[in-house]
């Protein structure tokens, strides 16, 4: 079992910059893939971020060169730097983890979420 706190989000003016993080729990941190998931109101949960056991990252086009996904294994943490952010990233932001190798992008892959962490951009 996983456990997923985030922490970090918050309110922030367009153009401004947040950076996430997720503690995990447990031994296995290091062999799991990460990933980060945001949810706007009235909208599905989408695929925002995702970094392999490896290091390998992968990100969706709309936060491509504005957020980076990396990762601490020796702290048990997956962080989100999310800079130029824009108003409609204004969304609910999760952590999610799963034992599968590669990249994963598809919610119903990852096992364990976090609560999720609010984050406000104002325009």
């Known amino acids: 079992q996983v456990q997923l706190v985030e922490s970090g989000g918050g309110l922030v003016q367009a153009g401004g910059s947040l950076r996430l993080s997720c503690a995990a729990s447990?031994?296995?941190?290091?062999?799991?893939?990460m990933g980060w998931f945001r949810q706007a109101p009235g909208k599905e949960r989408a695929f925002v971020a995702a970094?392999?056991?490896?290091?390998?990252?992968y990100h969706t086009n709309s936060v491509k060169g504005r957020f980076t996904i990396s990762r601490d294994n020796a702290k048990n943490t997956v962080y989100l730097q999310m800079d130029s952010l824009k108003a409609e990233d204004t969304a609910v932001y999760y952590c999610?983890?799963?034992?599968?190798?590669?990249?994963?992008?598809?919610?119903?892959?990852?096992?364990?979420w976090g609560q999720g962490t609010q984050v406000t951009v104002s325009s």
């Open positions: 970094i392999t056991s490896g290091g390998t990252t």
């Open positions: 447990g031994r296995a941190f290091s062999t799991y893939t």
């Open positions: 999610a983890a799963t034992p599968r190798p590669g990249l994963v992008t598809r919610s119903g892959s990852f096992d364990y």
